[in-house]
């Protein structure tokens, strides 16, 4: 048995342990946006004045107009809505960790209807219409990524064609940042401080305050070249990751995703009592982490082997044709 068949034989393993933390990665957001949306502050005004109003500026008309009526039904009945979002949330947490297939994947679908719904009515595409939208603020947005692990958990057993294609995917959503980044906000003082000003405002413990009041400082003063240098990064490390998604380089990348979460997007503001959601970073780092769990520390691994090159050796004086590859 050559090498290549060796891999090949472990394959459906390999892929089987990356589907596993997908899977079971995507469960815990949803339990955890799940109890966020419990929180008081949920139920009152708040939730549409400081949450959701905020990402309606800026859009098209025709978006505005489809944000504007979901929430005033929100607030028509903002106790019952805000309950119900809680509930379906943690069902679909609940779902994915069944382990009975037809649940999970009853949950897999209802988890991408979700996701799409509150990314256009909620999240408004993420704000990349805006033309200020930025990876260090949380663009295209959580749901966003809790769709592609979705669509990716959906696509048949042995249908990835690489095992580490959720890192790929986790590169695609890098390569955006940078496209995002070139926005010409950013290259401006205030609008390239502004994601870090933002989150300096939030309650936060002093000393992440402080980080993030640096990063801010920096930002203010040389706009230029913290905003090329940024653009540089979220390039590089999104074509590598695309590309090439080895160990070294899912490190780096994983590396660059908690940087941005702790100084841009502030933690997720888990400690305002107003977080919905951990924000992107958390379920971008579930997909680069499950391209560190696929190779099983070798970089890139195929699904499937190919045919042998030549007869097998034996132990008999002469060789035996093959007449398949062995599994």
Same mark, same amino acid.
Request: net charge positive; with cysteine.
């Given at each position: ?31 955890? /946006? ?45 106790? @019952?809505? !805000? ?48 033309? @200020? ?30 095992? /580490? ?39 936060? =413990? ?16 040389? =706009? ?47 400690? @305002?009592?107003?977080?919905? /959601? =951990? !924000?992107?970073? =958390? ?45």
């Amino acid at each position: 048995m050559g090498r290549g068949e060796v891999e090949g034989a472990g394959a459906p393993r390999v892929q089987a342990n990356a589907r596993r933390w997908l899977l079971w990665g995507l469960a815990g957001l949803w339990l955890l /946006d799940g109890v966020l949306q419990l929180q008081p502050g949920m139920f009152t005004r708040a939730l549409i004045t400081v949450v959701w109003q905020p990402a309606a500026v800026g859009q098209p008309g025709w978006l505005t107009a489809l944000m504007d009526a979901a929430m005033r039904v929100a607030a028509y009945h903002l106790v @019952s809505f !805000n309950a119900a979002v809680a509930l379906v949330q943690l069902t679909l947490g609940a779902l994915l960790l069944t382990g009975r297939p037809a649940w999970v994947r009853a949950g897999l679908w209802a988890s991408l209807s979700f996701s799409v719904i509150v990314w256009v009515c909620a999240q408004g595409l993420g704000q990349v219409l805006t033309g @200020s939208a930025s990876l260090l603020a949380g663009a295209p947005g959580s749901v966003a990524v809790y769709g592609a692990i979705a669509v990716l958990l959906l696509l048949p057993e042995g249908s990835w064609g690489v095992a /580490d294609l959720p890192a790929r995917v986790g590169g695609g959503f890098l390569l955006l940042g940078a496209v995002l980044q070139l926005s010409p906000p950013f290259w401006t003082p205030l609008g390239l401080a502004q994601p870090f000003g933002q989150a300096y405002m939030m309650p936060q =413990p002093a000393s992440l305050r402080a980080w993030i009041g640096t990063a801010a400082d920096l930002a203010g003063r040389w =706009p230029l070249t913290f905003n090329a240098a940024l653009v540089a990064v979220f390039a590089v490390a999104g074509v590598a990751t695309l590309l090439a998604p080895r160990v070294p380089v899912c490190w780096a990348a994983l590396v660059l995703v908690f940087l941005t979460w702790v100084f841009g997007q502030d933690a997720g503001m888990l400690w @305002s009592g107003m977080a919905t /959601d =951990p !924000n992107t970073a =958390p379920a971008l780092c579930l997909l680069l982490a499950a391209g560190l769990r696929a190779p099983l520390g070798r970089g890139r691994l195929p699904l499937a082997a190919g045919p042998a090159s030549g007869p097998r050796r034996t132990q008999a004086a002469a060789p035996e044709p093959r007449t398949g590859s062995v599994a």
